[in-house]
């Protein structure tokens, strides 16, 4: 299950930041859809938002977004071109949404060795005794 963190500088608009968050899923689960794993679904992508601080934060563009995702041998083969495509999809889609506005963004695919569950937490919380 990818997470995907994207860091934005205090002049991002909110309505960025959504489209971002609408955007992302779909491109990143196309850019990263692997044999190995079982598929890649936008079900499947946590979008994780961070809004940077102007007093504290120095160097990068106005949006960062960092990719993290499991070290797929079928993945790290191609990594720029899965990397290159989620650039243009996102150029190309926010382009439709905010035709007018322009940032400079970093984009960051992070692979490494991971391991995935799930669970309810405090069952007891979510029906009555």
């Known amino acids: 299950m990818p997470v995907v963190e994207v860091y ?24 990263l859809n692997c044999k190995e794993g079982g598929g890649l679904t936008e079900d499947e992508i946590c979008v994780r938002h961070r809004r940077g601080d102007f007093n504290l934060d120095r160097g990068g563009p106005p949006i960062q977004i960092m990719v993290f995702a499991h070290d797929y041998a079928e993945r790290k083969v191609n990594l720029d071109e899965r990397c290159e495509e989620i650039m243009t999809k996102l150029k190309e889609q926010l382009g439709e949404l905010e035709p007018y506005l322009e940032y400079k963004a970093f984009i960051w695919i992070i692979l490494a060795p ?12 979510l029906s009555p005794p």
Do not use: H, M, W, Y
């Open 8 to 31: 934005t500088q205090e002049q991002v608009d909110d309505e960025t930041r959504k489209s971002l968050s609408v955007i992302l899923p779909k491109v990143v689960a196309n850019a």
């Open 114 to 125: 991971t391991a995935f569950g799930n669970c309810v937490l405090f069952p007891s919380l």
